[in-house]
C-alpha cells in the first residue's frame, strides 16, 4: 500500500487561506504607471473616441446620401471624419479660394470633455504626491495629444482640403494642456479632500489679486457683450423670423441651423464685447461694425445676423455699451487691491494698470479665437482685430483699474484704525465670555454673563450687576431682604447685609458650577447653607445679623 504522495497532489491548487491571500495579493495593474506613459494612453483615448464617433456619423451619412457627397472609396469617408475632427480642434485648413481660419468655438467641447475625463484618469493610474505635479501631468498628456494633431493633419489632407499642420499641433497642445491640466487637478483635490477655494490661498497674494482683478474684469466685458448681443437680436426679431423663412430649412435643417448658430455664439458674443470696447469687428474685406459707424456688405444669411445694425451711424442705444470697459476697469482694480492692499500709495494705480493689460491680454486671445478668415475674397477678413482690440482694452480697463485701485488702496488705509480696532477689541472682550457659557446660565445671570470667570477673585473692578439672581435679592443692594425659610427651623432668619463685591466674590464661582435644579435644592435645605456660608437664625441669638463662616479658617466677613 502506497502511503506516499497522493497522486496528483503536485498540480492541485492551494486552497483555504493560501487561495485567499493569493487572490488579494497584488497584481501590476495596482501599480502606479509610468507618468508619461500612462499620458500617452489619456491621449490616445481621447482622440480614438472621438474620431471614431465622427467615423460612425459620417459612415451613416455615406451609407444613406449618395457616395458622391463624401466621396466614392471608404478611405474618402475616413480621411472626411479626420478634417472634421481637426476642425473640433480649432485647426483651421486651405482651400483654393483662401485659408479658412473662422471656426465655431462651440466645436471645442466635445473634444475638451473627453481631455477633461482622459485628464482625470491620468490622476488616478499615476502617482501624484503634490499639486504642483498638475503641469508635469499636463504636459505628459499635451504632447502626445498634439503629436497626434499633427499626423491626423497630414493623412487628412487632400486635393481640395489642406489641414494646417503648425495650427492642428498648436491648438491641440493647448487644448489638451487647459482641459487635461484641469481633469488632473479636479481628481487630485477630490482625492486629497482639499476645497477648491483653498487653491487660492496656496498662490502669492500679489499673483493672486492680479488673476481675482484680471477674471472679474474680463467677465464684465464678456457679460457686456452677450447683453449687447441678446439686446440687438431681440430688437431686430422680426428680421431673424424673416430670413428663418426664406430659408425654409424644415424639422431636420431647421435643427442644423439652430445647432451651428449655436456653435458660433461664443463668437458672437466676443464680437459684440469688441463693439462695447471701441475698434468693433469686421464682416469682410472694407467693412466694419464700431460704435463710429457702420458699413457692412451682404452678409451670410443666417438669423442671427439679425442683431447687425444698418450700414450707416451706428445705434445711439448702442452707445451706452462704451461704458463697459470703464466698469470692468473699476470692478477689476477695487478687487485686485481688496485682496492684496499695499502700503506704498504710488504702487496701487501701477498694480491696476497691470491688471488692465493682462485683461487686454487675454482679450486679444479670445479675438484670436473667435475670429479668422474664411476663405472668399470677400470674407477674408472677419472678427476683430487682436492687436486693436487688446491695445484698446488695457488702456480703457487700465485707466480705470489704476484710478480705482488707487481709491480702494486709500479707502482702506483711511479707515479709522481705531474703528477697526474697537471692533476687534469688543470682539475679544465678549465673544469668548458668551462661548464659555451655556444658554442656561445665560438666562440664569443675565446680569452676571458680562463678567470674565473669576475677575471678582482678581480684584477686577466690574459694575456691579442689577437683576435678581434665583434665591436672593438683587445683588447691588446695600441690605438686602432677611431670607426666610419656611418650615426649617429659620423663620424670621435676615441675612446680614455684605458689601456687593465680597458677594460676588462669594458666591459667582458657585452659582456657575451648579444647575438651577441644584440652586433651587440649595434654597431650600434645611440648614440654609447658601453658596459655602451657613446662617443662624433666631430671635435670642446675638450674632443674628452677622454670618458665621463654615471653616475656621474661613476669613470672616467685613
Known amino acids: 500500500m502506497n502511503r506516499g504522495k497522493p497522486r496528483g497532489s503536485a498540480d492541485r491548487k492551494p486552497s483555504g487561506r493560501g487561495r485567499s491571500a493569493a487572490a488579494f495579493a497584488p497584481t501590476e495593474d495596482d501599480a502606479p504607471r509610468p507618468l508619461y506613459t500612462a499620458g500617452g494612453m489619456g491621449a490616445a483615448s481621447a482622440a480614438a473616441i472621438g474620431l471614431t464617433t465622427l467615423v460612425t456619423l459620417i459612415l451613416i451619412g455615406w451609407v444613406a446620401a449618395p457616395h458622391a457627397t463624401f466621396g466614392e472609396d471608404i478611405a474618402d469617408v475616413f480621411r472626411v471624419a479626420v478634417q472634421a475632427w481637426l476642425i473640433g480642434q480649432h485647426a483651421g485648413f486651405e482651400i483654393p479660394g483662401g485659408h479658412v481660419g473662422m471656426l465655431p468655438i462651440g466645436l471645442l467641447i466635445l473634444p475638451g470633455i473627453l481631455l477633461y475625463r482622459s485628464g482625470r484618469w491620468l490622476a488616478r493610474s ?11 501631468a499636463a504636459l505628459a498628456l499635451a504632447g502626445p495629444y498634439a ?31 487647459v482641459a487635461g491640466g484641469l481633469g488632473v487637478l479636479r481628481q487630485l483635490l477630490k482625492d486629497k479632500a482639499i476645497p477648491r477655494r483653498r487653491l487660492l490661498e496656496i498662490m502669492p497674494a500679489r499673483w493672486r489679486s492680479l488673476l481675482v482683478g484680471t477674471f472679474s474684469a474680463t467677465s464684465t466685458l464678456l457679460l457686456a457683450g452677450t447683453l449687447l448681443f441678446f439686446g440687438a437680436l431681440a430688437f431686430n426679431i422680426g428680421e431673424a423670423v424673416a430670413v428663418t423663412e426664406r430659408l425654409a430649412p424644415g424639422i431636420v435643417g431647421g435643427a442644423l441651423l439652430l445647432l451651428i448658430q449655436l456653435m458660433y455664439l461664443p463668437n458672437a458674443i466676443i464680437f459684440a464685447g469688441s463693439y462695447a470696447i471701441g475698434p468693433g469687428f469686421a464682416l469682410g474685406a472694407e467693412t466694419t461694425v464700431a460704435p463710429t459707424g457702420v458699413v457692412l456688405g451682404p ?56 491688471c488692465g493689460l493682462t485683461t487686454g491680454i487675454v482679450w486679444a486671445g479670445l479675438a484670436v479665437l473667435a ?27 487700465g485707466v480705470a483699474a489704476a484710478i480705482t485701485a488707487w481709491v480702494a488702496n486709500w479707502l482702506y488705509f483711511r479707515t479709522p484704525r481705531s474703528a477697526r480696532q474697537a471692533g476687534a477689541a469688543k470682539r475679544r472682550r465678549w ?3 458668551l462661548r464659555r457659557r451655556t444658554k442656561a446660565e445665560r438666562t440664569a445671570i443675565p446680569a452676571v454673563a458680562g463678567l470674565r470667570p473669576g475677575r471678582g477673585e482678581r480684584g477686577g473692578q466690574a459694575p456691579a450687576p442689577t437683576e435678581p439672581v434665583e434665591g436672593r435679592g438683587p445683588v447691588n443692594e446695600p441690605e438686602p431682604e432677611p431670607v426666610t425659610e419656611p418650615g426649617s427651623g429659620n423663620d424670621g432668619a435676615a441675612v446680614a447685609s455684605r458689601p456687593a463685591k465680597q458677594r460676588r466674590r462669594r458666591w459667582t464661582p458657585r452659582l456657575r458650577r451648579r444647575t438651577k435644579a441644584e440652586r433651587t435644592a440649595v434654597a431650600t435645605d434645611e440648614d ?11 430671635p435670642e441669638s446675638a450674632e443674628a445679623d452677622t454670618p458665621r463662616p463654615l471653616d475656621d479658617d474661613a476669613a470672616p466677613a467685613p
Open 126 to 136: 499615476c502617482e501624484l504626491p503634490r499639486l504642483r505635479h498638475v503641469f508635469q
Open 147 to 177: 503629436a497626434i494633431s499633427g499626423t491626423l493633419a497630414l493623412v487628412g489632407q487632400t486635393e481640395v482640403i489642406q489641414p494646417s499642420m503648425v495650427q492642428a499641433l498648436l491648438s491641440g497642445f493647448l487644448l489638451a494642456f
Open 299 to 354: 452678409v451670410p444669411h443666417l438669423p442671427m445676423l439679425a442683431a447687425l445694425p444698418e450700414s450707416g451711424p451706428a445705434p445711439v442705444l448702442s452707445l451706452v455699451a462704451l461704458a463697459a470697459p470703464l466698469v470692468a476697469g473699476g470692478v477689476g482694480g477695487a478687487l485686485t487691491l481688496r485682496s492684496a492692499p499695499t502700503v506704498v500709495s504710488e504702487a496701487a494705480p501701477l498694480w491696476g494698470f497691470v
Open 371 to 397: 475670429g479668422g478668415p474664411l476663405g472668399a475674397q470677400r470674407l477674408a477678413e472677419v472678427g476683430p482685430s487682436p492687436w486693436h482690440v487688446g491695445l484698446v482694452t488695457a488702456l480703457e480697463v
Open 431 to 433: 465673544m469668548p465670555r
Open 528 to 538: 440654609a447653607e447658601l453658596y459655602g456660608i451657613t446662617y443662624e437664625a433666631g
